[in-house]
């Protein structure tokens, strides 16, 4: 069955860097698009970045252009938030979710909150 499984998240300081993972199976990853989404406390869930599957068109969310970047690795099923330069804001648990048909899955999620 299809899984997702985030890691790399946890506490830092503001301008600080953090580099989530989502470690893909069960599914022809290659073939399929990604996404990392974020869900702060009493807000809804927001997409933060997504990558296409084979050419690996990147799209971002306003508020972490030119600081986030998302990637994959399609030889070892994962996908990656790169996350520099972070502010406060961007405290929220972070999800991974994969559009398989017409289906998108979802990881269990990872924390990450930034602080002083």
């Known amino acids: 069955q299809v899984q997702l499984v985030e890691s790399g998240g946890g506490l830092v300081q503001p301008g600080g860097s953090l580099r989530l993972s989502c470690a893909a199976s069960g599914f022809t990853f290659s073939r399929s698009f990604m996404s990392w989404y974020r869900q702060a406390p009493e807000k809804e869930r927001e997409l933060v970045a997504d990558?296409?599957?084979?050419?690996?068109?990147?799209n971002y969310a306003d508020s972490v252009k030119g600081r986030f970047t998302i990637s994959r690795d399609n030889a070892k099923n994962t996908v990656y938030l790169q996350m520099n330069s972070l502010k406060p804001e961007d405290t929220a648990v972070y999800y991974c979710?994969?559009?398989?048909?017409?289906?998108?899955?979802w990881g269990q999620g990872t924390q990450v909150t930034v602080s002083s």
């Open positions: 990558i296409a599957s084979v050419i690996g068109v990147t």
């Open positions: 979710s994969a559009q398989v048909g017409l289906r998108a899955y």
